[in-house]
């Protein structure tokens, strides 16, 4: 049967899939192939889960969610997704203190890619990370923790160092959010982008570079008739003005808890536009939010014929060596592209082209055509703890240079 991700625009090439069902025997497959790639739930657009060799899903492995109470964290499966995992710690009394636009991705492949919801004091997925177990090329296991000298290497790695099988995540107490939807903020209202942001504990504005609305995730109830010059949607609403919003989790400002207002989807549906869609997403650095947008706002018309919907965020800097948020805080600027290839690279070019002055770095696991520099010592910890290039695929040697 042919394997592809979640959206079909990438066929797997691997010789094998294997479905390892312990520890001993994952290691036993590890140490014993010369080419092998952990694929997460697959929701990756671009070939970063792809390998000639041996791909290992690790579905059938034992599930593991185990919260410590004490220390306010939770060890988990690596295939654990999201939506399996957010309502035990709810139950619990925790949180995870941000989450993707959907559940349905696994914890390890969101981490590895650099996966981020949005909300200015609110770092990427990854930040949650304090201590993560992998298999390496030999076979043999190894946990690094925050404060280990790779650690801060090892969390977005991209599956370059080994097949991890579980994660440790710091926790928040659980909390309640409220959603609200504003239409027409004008391009003129987005000189306030920062106070815009800043409103909610997660805010994201969808746009198509003609018409924006926002997407608000408050603590607070938002009152007053006038917010930005903007009115309150009157019903529900999908982030594409053309689907309807049945799929999307509860807004109107109806509290409800945060793995239910955090994502944009819901659990139990199918997220964004059900797979008829390509994306990539651009980041770069927050101070030039205002002037990037402008400059997209300027080439809308060229845009909008490959574009479904485009939806900007912040995410706040971290410290992870491949993050893109590594030392900057960040504006995301996300492209929810018409599943065409054809159509959509030459405007991905475009758009590319006209960022390259805000130093923009791609979501790893997201369409993009250029590559940025690979830091040094991630190539050196890939080259120690995998010198045969084991884990390495076309992708990651693009990025090492190789
Ligand atoms: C509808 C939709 C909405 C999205 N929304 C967001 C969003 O809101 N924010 C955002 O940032 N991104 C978003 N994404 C992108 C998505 O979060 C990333 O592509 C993420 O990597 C998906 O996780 P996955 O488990 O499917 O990873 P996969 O695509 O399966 O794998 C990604 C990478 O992780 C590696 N990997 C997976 N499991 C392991 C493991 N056990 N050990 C070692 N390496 C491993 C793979 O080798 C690969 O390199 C969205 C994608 C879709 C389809």
């Known amino acids: 049967m042919t394997l592809t991700n979640w959206a079909g625009n990438t066929t797997f090439h691997a010789k094998e899939v294997h479905h390892p069902t312990s520890l001993d025997e994952l290691r036993r497959l590890v140490a014993g192939s010369s080419s092998v790639r952990a694929l997460g739930s697959g929701h990756s657009f671009n070939h970063v889960a792809d390998t000639a060799g041996d791909l290992v899903v690790l579905d059938r492995m034992p599930e593991l969610v185990e919260i410590d109470s004490a220390a306010a964290k939770v060890r988990v499966g690596a295939r654990t997704t999201y939506a399996r995992l957010a309502p035990l710690l709810h139950q619990a009394g925790f949180a995870l203190a941000n989450m993707a636009s959907l559940p349905h991705i696994s914890v390890a492949g969101s981490v590895a890619t650099g996966t981020h919801g949005s909300g200015v004091t609110q770092p990427g997925l990854a930040a949650a990370v304090s201590s993560i177990d992998l298999v390496t090329a ?150 030039h939010a205002v002037k990037a947008l402008r400059e997209l706002f300027a080439i809308g018309e060229r845009i909008r014929p490959a574009l479904q919907i485009s939806e900007i965020r912040t995410i706040a800097a971290d410290d992870l060596w491949l993050s893109p948020f590594n030392g900057r805080d960040t504006v995301g600027i996300h492209f929810t592209w018409v599943r065409d290839v054809a159509t959509v ?58």
């Open 345 to 402: 690279m030459p405007v991905l070019e475009l758009v590319e082209e006209t960022l390259a002055p805000f130093d923009p770095r791609p979501h790893w696991g997201k369409l993009f055509t250029r590559f940025p520099e690979c830091p040094e010592r991630f190539r050196s910890l890939v080259h120690r703890l995998d010198p045969a290039g084991k884990f390495g695929n076309a992708f990651t040697r693009v990025l090492l240079g190789e």
């Open 138 to 287: 030999d076979g043999s296991a190894l946990t690094l923790a925050r404060g280990d000298a790779d650690f801060a290497g090892a969390v977005v790695s991209l599956g370059a160092l080994g097949v991890v099988t579980s994660l440790t995540l710091d926790l928040v107490p659980a909390f309640e959010l409220r959603q609200y939807v504003r239409e027409g903020l004008t391009q003129d209202a987005l000189a306030d982008f920062e106070a815009i942001m800043a409103s909610g504990y997660s805010v994201s504005l969808f746009t198509d570079f003609r018409d924006t609305r926002v997407w608000l995730k408050r603590e607070d109830e938002l009152t007053g008739p006038d917010w930005y010059g903007t009115t309150p949607a009157d019903g529900p609403r999908h982030p594409l003005p053309t689907m309807p919003a049945d799929t999307c989790t509860g807004q109107l400002g109806v509290p409800g808890p945060w793995y239910d207002r955090l994502p944009h989807f819901r659990a139990d549906s199918p997220p964004s536009g059900a797979g008829d869609e390509l994306q990539s997403e651009l980041l770069l650095p927050r101070e």
